[in-house]
């Protein structure tokens, strides 16, 4: 039995709900691209247990071990990056990310697909901080397709990498998490870094749609402060 509370039968399934309307070959498409984000899923979940090893004094050497790896590898593969304090949630929305870039076959991420991310996960601050200023999911999502390049001519396999501003993103995230006195990094101080790196295509959307760093920052800040106190009582 599968260790998971899933199977091949519910992907399936749930492939052909969506796909309804589609042939055979747009569906081996659709199946790469959930393929490659179970895959990014999956590297993310080992990456969390190894955070936590090494949290409690737990050897390069050991890990490899339990991976099944050498320690060079382990290291190499599994060593602290630029997403180490990054939440659950907004791992899972830089996933989203590389998918969207995938889905629309574009060679890079940029800021749009961040951004379009960091929607994609309705359970993180950002996505409540972008729909109660806009009233609107959709009003941002338009917003962001006006703004995507033309569709690529064939989808890339494997790793996607980074526009140069995008990394600048992800680095003022964690600059904003800093800022603000936390020690981790949201979606939320996803959209801080966003909005940061002013003339990226992601930091022209928000602008468009009524925000300005400093009102989001103290938007960010407020909401963060209410949360806290919310848990306290």
């Known amino acids: 039995m599968s260790p998971l509370d899933i199977s091949l039968a519910d992907l399936i399934a749930r492939l052909d709900e969506e796909l309804p309307d589609t042939d055979e070959l747009a569906r081996i498409s659709e199946a790469r691209l959930r393929a490659q984000t179970l895959s990014d899923l999956g590297d993310q979940l080992i990456d969390h247990y190894v955070s936590k090893a090494k949290q409690v004094g737990a050897s390069w050497t050991e ?5 099944g ?10 060593a602290p990056g630029p997403f180490e304090r990054y939440t659950n949630l907004n791992r899972h929305s830089i996933v989203l990310a590389q998918e969207a870039a995938r889905t629309h076959k574009h060679d890079s991420i940029g800021t749009e697909h961040l951004l379009l991310g960091l929607l ?3 359970r993180g601050l950002a996505y409540e901080v972008l729909v109660a200023k806009t009233e609107s999911e959709q009003r941002v999502r338009d917003a962001i397709a006006e703004a995507l390049p033309p569709a690529g001519k064939k989808a890339l396999r494997g790793h996607i990498a ?5 990394k600048e993103a992800i680095e003022q ?10 020690d981790w990094v949201g979606t939320e101080h996803a959209l801080l870094g966003l909005i940061r790196v002013e003339e990226s295509p992601a930091a022209r959307i928000l602008r468009d749609l009524g925000f300005t760093s400093d009102e989001l920052h103290e938007t960010v800040k407020a909401e963060i402060a209410n949360r806290l106190a919310a848990r306290g009582n």
Do not use: M, N, T, Y
């Open 120 to 122: 994609g996960e309705p």
């Open 162 to 166: 980074f526009r140069p501003e995008s």
């Open 173 to 182: 995230a964690r600059r904003a998490a800093a800022d603000l006195g936390h």
């Open 69 to 78: 790896v050498s320690k060079q590898a382990a290291q190499q593969r599994h």
């Open 63 to 67: 890990i490899g071990d339990a991976i």
